[in-house]
Nanobody, 127 residues
Framework: EVQLVESGGGLVQAGGSLRLSCAASGFLFDDYAIGWFRQAPGKEREGVSCISGTDGSTYYTGSVKGRFTISSDNAKNTVYLQMNSLKPEDTAVYFC????????????????????WGKGNLVIVSS
């Protein structure tokens, strides 16, 4: 059974940090790019960051660049999103998703239909 399970969300004050984890099972992790998306209340889902399983390259959307770091531990089939200097506008449900056969991490990744999705994890940043 394919699973993506997010964890690590919660409530944090503005300026604080959280680390999200996305644990994958049921598919060959190295063949997939993994991305983080988020959806804030009343807003459309947006791509936040992604990491390539083939070359390890990473991509960040502009609003999180310099504050968020995506990384991968292939031995644990887990992708992390370290979120620092959090802002109230980062409040959202964060989802991880996997797309097979994707090469270098880039903006276009977020426009492709993902193969697998996690159920989401809520992050609330209080002001």
């Amino acid at each position: 059974e394919v699973q993506l399970v997010e964890s690590g969300g919660g409530l944090v004050q503005a300026g604080g940090s959280l680390r999200l984890s996305c644990a994958a099972s049921g598919f060959l992790f190295d063949d997939y790019a993994i991305g983080w998306f988020r959806q804030a209340p009343g807003k459309e889902r947006e791509g936040v960051s992604c990491i390539s399983g083939t070359d390890g390259s990473t991509y960040y959307t502009g609003s999180v660049k310099g504050r968020f770091t995506i990384s991968s531990d292939n031995a644990k089939n887990t992708v992390y999103l370290q979120m620092n200097s959090l802002k109230p506008e980062d409040t959202a449900v964060y989802f991880c998703a996997a797309l097979g056969g994707w090469g270098t991490a880039r903006r276009a990744f977020f426009d492709f239909p993902m193969d697998y999705w996690g159920k989401g994890n809520l992050v609330i940043v209080s002001s």
